[in-house]
């Protein structure tokens, strides 16, 4: 039995399997125990397909509940076992296509358990319902653990725009807002927040069955890229195509600046493997809107596993102008 403290568990754990099979993993969350001297009395939540920065989620004291990744008969937990670069290791040596399950009831219900021990109550901003189960499931693990303590919000947004709205809320945390407040400045953020992503390859998604084979051949033939959003429902949605990366790419700018209506703007970029094309985005987005840097992000592996290596997805919120 060895006992370790790391920032980079995933980091041990591929290490050491490097050397024999480790049997039993236990991971104790050091977020969890330094929030319990931060002061404040609301804790924030997310899931795992929330990006932000390490430094932004630090600043807020974010909370994350994972959901898995696994390639066959393996399973990896996101940001805990598996990095995006070896989620990228094992998407090109492994002969079975990656799947992603959202987090149990039980892994909610002792995150609130756990945090409601240091704070009076807890907010969990989550992963749109309408791509996924895991609001489902943290509603469940409300309800079963302090409904009165404990507000679980749809923010329908993910990736970056999922990280928007968790940012907001942690700022609002930090000016002293109570539980109800703060469900409304989620909701309210998450109405005033976009996602607009480009997808160098059609490939992942006509395996997830979102386009079929026959689109796709035809989509390649003429180079055509579609630019995907979140609609009001909370769906992925199709924003536009255009013919090559590069133009795609630029549409999201000009989204973004269609979507500001020239109001001041919080932007974050997450990108899967392709940090130059997030590059690309980040100058002219700065350009655009007279900002001096963006944020730059890797897209979380279960984002990842839909859209496959080289997508950049942009996040714009309108703040008061």
């Given at each position: 039995?060895?006992?370790?403290?790391?920032?980079?568990?995933q980091?041990?754990?591929?290490?050491?399997?490097e050397?024999?099979?480790?049997?039993?993993?236990?991971?104790?969350?050091?977020?969890?125990?330094?929030?319990?001297?931060?002061?404040?009395?609301?804790?924030?939540?997310?899931?795992?397909?929330c990006?932000?920065?390490?430094?932004?989620?630090?600043?807020?004291?974010?909370?994350r509940?994972?959901?898995?990744?696994?390639?066959?008969?393996?399973?990896?937990?996101d940001?805990?076992?598996?990095?995006?670069?070896?989620?990228?290791?094992?998407?090109?040596s492994?002969?079975?296509?990656?799947?992603?399950?959202?987090?149990?009831?039980?892994?909610?219900?002792?995150?609130?358990?756990?945090?409601?021990?240091?704070?009076?109550?807890?907010?969990?901003?989550?992963?749109?319902?309408?791509?996924?189960?895991?609001?489902q499931?943290?509603?469940?693990?409300?309800?079963?653990?302090?409904?009165?303590?404990?507000?679980?919000?749809?923010?329908?947004?993910?990736?970056?725009?999922?990280?928007?709205?968790?940012?907001?809320?942690g700022?609002?945390?930090?000016?002293?807002?109570?539980?109800?407040?703060?469900?409304?400045?989620?909701?309210?953020?998450?109405?005033e927040?976009?996602?607009?992503?480009?997808?160098?390859?059609?490939?992942?998604?006509?395996?997830?069955?979102?386009?079929?084979?026959?689109?796709?051949?035809?989509?390649?033939?003429?180079?055509?890229?579609?630019?995907?959003?979140?609609?009001?429902?909370?769906?992925?949605?199709?924003?536009?195509?255009?013919?090559g990366?590069?133009?795609?790419?630029?549409?999201?700018?000009?989204?973004?600046?269609?979507?500001?209506?020239?109001?001041?703007?919080?932007?974050?970029i997450?990108?899967?493997?392709a940090?130059?094309?997030?590059?690309?985005?980040?100058?002219?987005?700065?350009?655009?809107?007279?900002?001096?840097?963006?944020?730059?992000?890797?897209?979380?592996?279960?984002?990842?596993?839909?859209?496959?290596?080289?997508?950049?997805?942009?996040?714009v919120?309108?703040?008061?102008?």
């Open positions: 039995r060895v006992h370790l403290h790391t920032n980079e568990p980091k041990l754990f591929a290490r050491l399997a050397f024999g099979t480790v049997e039993r993993t236990k991971i104790d969350d050091m977020v969890l125990q330094q929030l319990a001297a931060r002061g404040a009395t609301v804790a924030v939540v997310t899931d795992s397909s990006d932000l920065s390490e430094a932004a989620s630090h600043a807020i004291g974010l909370v509940v994972p959901l898995t990744v696994s390639f066959g008969e393996e399973t990896f937990t940001g805990v076992d598996i990095t995006p670069p070896q989620f990228y290791q094992r998407l090109a492994s002969p079975a296509m990656p799947k992603t399950s959202q987090p149990a009831v039980g892994d909610f219900r002792s995150t609130f358990q756990r945090l409601l021990e240091t704070h009076e109550a807890v907010i969990s901003v989550n992963l749109s319902s309408g791509v996924s189960g895991t609001f499931a943290a509603v469940a693990a409300a309800q079963q653990v302090d409904p009165r303590r404990i507000r679980v919000v749809d923010t329908r947004q993910v990736s970056v725009s999922l990280g928007l709205v968790a940012e907001a809320v700022e609002a945390i930090a000016a002293g807002l109570g539980l109800d407040d703060l469900a409304a400045i989620a909701a309210k953020t998450s109405r927040v976009k996602l607009f992503a480009s997808l160098a390859s059609l490939d992942m998604i006509v395996r997830g069955g979102r386009v079929s084979p026959a689109q796709a051949r035809m989509a390649t033939l003429f180079g055509l890229h579609p630019i995907l959003t979140v609609g009001d429902d909370g769906k992925s949605a199709k924003a536009g195509t255009h013919v990366f590069a133009a795609s790419l630029r549409g999201l700018v000009k989204r973004a600046e269609r979507f500001a209506s020239g109001r001041p703007v919080r932007l974050l997450a990108h899967a493997s940090i130059g094309a997030a590059e690309y985005v980040a100058e002219r987005l700065c350009s655009r809107f007279g900002v001096a840097d963006i944020p730059i992000v890797n897209l979380t592996s279960v984002l990842a596993a839909h859209t496959g290596p080289g997508a950049v997805a942009l996040g919120r309108r703040l008061e102008g």
